[in-house]
């Protein structure tokens, strides 16, 4: 006979995690309909044209952020102290923006479907992409405010100063003047170690 302990409950799984395979499936038999739907009115052979024409034009358009990412982080790591050319004046415009969204547009377009190339067309007007930007950006914000309060780099010197143990050791480290590294100020100098 057990005592009156109570077994051990499993954590409740998040309203999204209940939800987003139900959603998948949703959207799947969305896209098989349509394409049904589309092949009766216009053929299948349309159909595999838009299913083709998708995959190419996705393609492209991921190529084309791939391309223009590498650029801008070749151009971000050129521009870094100590390497030549870094006295340069950075590159000024949004060339560095939206290659997110554009990866995603592409992936869109290559996912068979009505519904998700219709969604990566309307990634690849660029006021859609920027009002995304944006709202993508507040959003994080928001919730960074509401997770911890201080700033991203507040909550790096947090997780920096936290041991694998889990103690917390806070403190700087000040050298002396003409201090040797490791050398503590109490002790004498040591002779070098030799054979």
Aim: no cysteine; proline share 10%.
């Amino acid at each position: 006979m057990t005592t009156g302990t109570p077994p051990p409950t499993a954590p409740r799984r998040s309203r999204a995690r209940t939800l987003a395979p139900l959603a998948v499936a949703a959207w799947a038999v969305l896209e098989i309909w349509l394409l049904t739907v589309v092949a009766d009115a216009a053929g299948g052979f349309t159909v595999l044209l838009l299913l083709v024409g998708g995959i190419v034009l996705g393609a492209a358009v991921m190529k084309r952020a791939g391309r223009r990412a590498f650029r801008n982080l070749t151009e971000t790591l050129q521009q870094m102290p100590g390497q030549p050319g870094a006295d340069a004046q950075p590159a000024t415009g949004s060339g560095g923006r939206g290659n997110g969204f554009l990866m995603l547009a592409g992936l869109l377009l290559m996912i068979p479907g009505i519904v998700s190339d219709a969604a990566g067309l309307l990634l690849l007007v660029p006021p859609v992409r920027q009002w995304l930007g944006r709202y993508a950006e507040r959003s994080l914000e928001r919730r960074m405010r509401t997770a911890s309060p201080g700033s991203f780099s507040d909550a790096f010197q947090q997780a920096r100063i936290h041991r694998p143990d889990g103690k917390i050791v806070q403190g700087e480290v000040i050298r002396q003047e003409g201090a040797q590294p490791g050398a503590r100020p109490d002790e004498a100098p040591r002779p070098p170690l030799t054979p």
